[in-house]
């Protein structure tokens, strides 16, 4: 999934791999990003666990979450809080994920908040 998402996202940002969420919480505190996409599936700390906690500290972060499932009620709770930008149910293709990347973006610029229909 790292390599797919490098391979994807390269041509059009500056893009840092993480493996795991503390490794992304650490270079988080070294440097700012506009935009974080994660994988709900990690070790030790999920996704959206590692989303609902930078963005307390990073509120104008674009948070995007990546999963292989379509309904989940902390993803629910989550989307109700505000706490991710973007959701997208793997499998996922490049151009759709440039695209959730530009929604969620424009979200956050807004203050708009994602609704799960949009997914």
Do not use: W
Not at 28 to 38: A, I, K, P, S, W
């Amino acid at each position: 999934m790292l390599d797919f998402l490098e391979r994807v996202l390269r041509r059009f940002f500056d893009v840092q791999r993480c493996s795991s969420a503390e490794e992304a919480q650490s270079l988080l505190t070294e440097r700012g990003f506009d935009v974080l996409v994660t994988d709900q599936k990690m070790p030790r700390m999920t996704g959206l666990e590692l989303l609902e906690d930078v963005g307390e500290r990073y509120p104008n972060m674009a948070k995007i979450l990546l999963s292989g499932f379509t309904e989940m009620p902390e993803i629910q709770k989550a989307v109700e809080r505000g706490s991710i930008h973007n959701y997208i149910v793997k499998p996922v293709d490049g151009d759709r994920l440039l695209e959730a990347i530009d929604e969620a973006r424009s979200r956050r610029a807004t203050g708009g908040t994602f609704k799960p229909t949009d997914a």
